[in-house]
């Protein structure tokens, strides 16, 4: 085994004991030796996966170009693409996130590891509010983690109960919530699906139960990840069955927890006597 070889084999020793700034040291210091521009190319790809586990997102990026400019024939692109795509979606650069991960799965949609490229891909789409996109990927990707990843497959019925939703496919959607209610183990992830009903029965202006809904969402988990929307919901849902007193303090504690939230323009014009409309879920 040569120097070159020995220095990359304690890099990922150490690497593997996840002490990473430990084995950064020993990949940039490699740099310095002046190795061939093929072995540099597999330490600035060996340090992309280091980056991303420091979270140093922006070093990340940075080392997947680095890769593909010293090789741009580099065996395993479809990685860099998505790690790359999965540290700009960590960035909140969500158009270059799509960029890289559809440059990803244009190499390789159906092995195991790319899987968490295409949940990551629809993740953003639907956040972009690009329903019928995600709605692709959620087909496609679906059938793998329900065979295999249950968790996963559940957290896709919410995004994709939320799909149907937004797309006007309201029974539909319904349906989705209450499969996920019914595979749900434990009661944060009973709270996801009661969370979907919620929002179908404020469509269908069944208040009482909506506010019977998010109360359970928040009996089952305290620190439900929305909350905003579960106040929303609640708060206007008793304006509409005419309980202002009531509307008043929801509003008044909605107004200081997110003095700049989704619903701030909403809720100012229920109070004066409008209508209210729902926004995306923080997923």
Not at 58 to 87: H, I, W
Not at 134 to 141: G, L
Not at 246 to 255: A, G, I, R
Not at 264 to 280: F, P, T
């Amino acid at each position: 085994m040569n120097t070159f070889d020995e220095t990359i084999k304690r890099a990922r020793d150490l690497f593997e004991k996840k002490k990473y700034s430990e084995a950064s040291k020993v990949y940039l210091s490699a740099l310095k030796t002046n190795p061939a521009q093929q072995q540099k190319a597999v330490i600035w790809a060996e340090l992309s996966w280091l980056f991303y586990h420091q979270k140093q997102y922006d070093r990340c990026v940075e080392a997947c170009e680095n890769t593909l400019e010293l090789n741009a024939d580099y065996e395993a692109k479809e990685d860099l693409y998505r790690l790359a795509g999965f540290s700009y979606s960590a960035l909140s650069r969500m158009d270059e996130a799509v960029e890289y991960l559809e440059k990803s799965l244009k190499i390789d949609t159906s092995s195991q590891k790319q899987q968490m490229a295409i949940f990551e891909l629809l993740k953003i789409y639907f956040r972009l509010q690009k329903y019928e996109e995600s709605e692709k990927w959620i087909n496609q990707v679906e059938s793998y983690f329900y065979q295999n990843e249950k968790e996963y497959w559940l957290t896709l019925l919410f995004f994709k109960g939320f799909v149907k939703y937004y797309r006007n496919q309201v029974e539909e959607s319904e349906r989705i919530f209450e499969e996920l209610l019914e595979n749900a183990q434990n009661d944060p992830r009973r709270a996801t699906g009661l969370f979907g009903l919620a929002f179908i029965n404020f469509h269908r202006k069944n208040y009482l139960n909506t506010i019977n809904l998010c109360e359970t969402v928040t009996k089952h988990d305290p620190s439900f990840f929305d909350m905003e929307s579960v106040g929303f919901l609640t708060a206007v849902s008793f304006k509409y069955l005419g309980r202002d007193d009531v509307f008043e303090k929801y509003y008044t504690e909605l107004k200081k927890n997110y003095p700049n939230g989704r619903y701030s323009v909403e809720l100012a014009r229920i109070r004066k006597g409008g209508n209210g409309e729902m926004k995306e879920p923080n997923a």
